[in-house]
């Protein structure tokens, strides 16, 4: 054989065209040279386009079948740990955690805490104060170094009586710097101000910025800006400070004994059954919402009636007669916040996709796969609305059929 | 409706509503305190012949004299204030007067909708009066005085209802989901009568004069912060659109209703 070196053109070829399916990706990037230094051969960068032109994708999106593990490795950081052993003072923090669940208020507040706890020379340690059940998952990144946890039963119902004994018991014995509370309707609002009360110290509400020693709150219902000294308990608007993102948290349960009398005069005897069409539309959570395309109105109404949703329209169904003026959804009506919104024959006017944008989940039920609103939905359904609806009516009798036949045979075993 | 509450109400119920002067906001004129006109509605449905209210601030400027005629526009035949002069804390005397009347009932707005508006005076009151406070209700649905007990409607977000049972007497915050006021009528507003007491115990609020009050400032958007370690990274945050079109679409009918049927279960809406 000849010692003459022969090109071989086409497996040239289809080294460089990483698109031919006999083209097998070559040895990785970083070899380890003679010298046992670590080599990068810079030719071996990027690959050839199909024009002939070499490119070079820094984004990964190309590598990511030849380095898919590693990328998926540098997926999970791992955030340093805060850590405050032997802390000069303390901040508590009533959070309201509906449904065991930290909401963005209550981590603005935990924000808020960390910052006032970290401002001086001094380290601060925040304590965060739970009723009812915790089921929140990334307890660790919203900044509590430690946790006080009640968890009986009667913090289950709504008994803000016990929540603020409890917590003035906490603050006589824990002497916190600071008390902060979101100044929310979920609770953190009445709680706050029962303590404030109970303490006799005048609080600073609706706070939204703090800034050194001062503070700024909404005073005169939101129509001005009251600046003053820092104050002992605050009770925070939403957005007052970042929340707590570069840093995990130790979450230590602190037992503290507890045990506060108080009469309580409030009883809760649970929540009762509302009317969704008596449910003011900014501020329902369910909406099924009806427009040009709906043909059989009082199956609409119907529907609505057995999901249990709140009716909504678009413009053209109210300027047609079929809804009234105070239902329309959009830019024009109202603008709503619901978790679900079905539009039904909807096909998504601007307007009307303004109106939803705060909606958490979007189905559209819809006779044109092309429309705005099925580009907007997390779940489309394309075919005639009344049937559609027809079928869902079907599956929810069944349902509640069933569940009915599942109670009278646990009554009887 | 309103049979059934005088079926299940006693009939001698001593009710006090406290009302303020309230302020427009864009026009900042004053007017009727929005929540304090509701709680003076819902008074007015429950004991209409017992009602006390009860307003605390100056009477010098005539501003405030037009409001409480409006409120007087209602049907109130009397209504008594009590002269405080401003920039003094109305705490003080309310409590003197509430604990002379002893009323069963104390109605009131959240908030009120200038000066401080930090929501705080039921709350004193039923601290220093040890009655018990119900926040934002929407309805009184009966008062007992033979049991002493009362059954309260909370409002809670998302237009839903908590039901309360409440010991008596108790004070009440009224919640802009509550019936709306009546119509003010110039005649009855006309025909009313105000009752002025003078105030003997005031307390200056010096705190207050160190605050700097100023219109609200408009507050600043929160930004999304991108905290990217990579050129590349930086690059794709500041370039990426959002990810659209992600929706599932279902073409046969029966198969979309059981998914929109599963999405409503994993929403907990139904």
New interface residues.
Partial sequence: MSDIFRRDPRAEWIARNRLHPQHVPQEPLVLRGPTGLLRKNPHKIGFIGPNGIKRIDRSGASNANQLGRKAAKQVEVELPLHQVDSPDFNILVAVDAVGGRLSSHDRDTLGLAHTLANKGDEKGAVIAVFFDDITEENLETAGIDSLIHFDDKGYKSYNPEQRCADLCELVTTLRPKHILLPDSINGGADLGRRLAAKMNVRPACNVWKVTGDQLICRGGAGKTDITRPLSKLLLVMEECSEPVSDTRHQNMPLSVDVNAQCQLKIQDLGNISVDPNEINLAEAGFILSGGNGITDWPKFHLAAKTLGATEGASRVAVDDGFMPRERQVGATGTWVTAKVYIAVGISGAIQHMQGIGQCHKVVAINSDDSCDMVKRADLSAIGDSSEILDELLNLMQGDTGLSEQGNTEVKYA | MLKDISKTTSKNIKMSVLISVG?H?LS?RPRRAEQDARALELGLKLAPESLKILYAGSTGDSAATEVLKEYMGMGIDQLEVLDVPPKTDVTLPLLEKLQQDCPDVVLTGI??????????LP??L??QLNM?????ITDILCIDKTTGFA?V?QA????????????LP?IASVDM?AAAPRQSAYGSAMRGHLKIDPVTRTMHDA?QE????????A?PK?LK?V?AKTA?DRF?AATAKVQ???????????E??????K??KD?K??
């Fill in positions: 302020e906001p900042a908030r009120a909708e200038n000066g401080e508006s930090s929501g705080m709350y004193l039923s601290e018990a406070m119900v926040p934002a059954e409607l809670l977000p998302r237009g839903q209802r908590r039901k309360v049972k409440v010991n108790f989901a705190e160190q605050w700097q009050i100023s219109p609200a400032q507050r929160r912060i905290k590349a794709k659209g079109g992600s929706g599932k679409v279902i073409y046969d009918n029966k979309s209703a059981e998914a929109i049927l999405l409503l929403e809406v139904l």
